[in-house]
């Protein structure tokens, strides 16, 4: 934005929220895969996945931050706050996580899903002065990415917080302690399924 002067000034809208789940995940084996492929048939590979992916997001009421790369991130109690957070991202995990093991496509039977999910508190806002860019900073961003980085092919691993929130109303197997860069240990857990 341009100030009287001439001088170009940033724009800052972000708030503090707390009780938000955030979701990464990941295509394992895309990259190996793009290098067999097109440019035109990797595109084909992602827009068919991240179609699907945004239909379960719409139906759940979750919302897409961004994709990067392969890369899938989403997040629940942002911008309007939600007491099922971490509810909504289980079953949204769960949906995408089914399309990936069952998709008929001949080209998704080489990729496997890996996601990440995480409960706590972000700071959520646009920032920019010319382009303009939604994005959420904070250590619950960090851990959930995390989580899927560290976690394992066509599986979902949880966050301590986020079984909590969950562990009524879904099967969840403890994966144990395990160690995260920047991190103490956690103790996480792989969701299975609704109950």
């Known amino acids: 934005m341009r100030g009287n002067a001439g001088v170009i000034f940033s724009v800052t809208i972000a708030d503090h929220y707390d009780n938000v789940g955030m979701l990464f995940a990941d295509l394992v084996g895309f990259t190996p895969l793009s290098a067999l492929l097109t440019a035109r048939e990797s595109f084909a590979v992602l827009t068919e996945v991240f179609t699907y992916f945004d239909g379960v997001i719409e139906a759940t009421g979750v919302e897409k931050v961004r994709t990067v790369g392969n890369g899938y991130y989403l997040v629940s109690g942002v911008p309007k706050a939600r007491a099922d957070h971490a509810h909504a991202l289980a079953a949204t995990a769960l949906k995408m996580m089914k399309f990936a093991q069952h998709s008929d496509s001949p080209l998704l039977k080489n990729l496997q899903l890996r996601m990440g999910i995480h409960s706590g508190s972000v700071i959520a806002g646009v920032i920019g002065n010319n382009k303009f860019q939604f994005d959420l900073w904070g250590d619950t961003v960090k851990t959930a990415s995390r989580m899927e980085s560290h976690g394992e092919p066509n599986r979902i691993q949880i ?13 969840c197997e403890p994966r ?7 991190k103490p240990t956690m103790r996480t857990w792989f969701l299975l399924g609704h109950k």
């Open 176 to 182: 144990g302690e395990i160690r995260i860069k920047g």
């Open 159 to 171: 966050s301590e917080q986020s079984y909590e929130l969950i562990k009524g109303q879904f099967y």
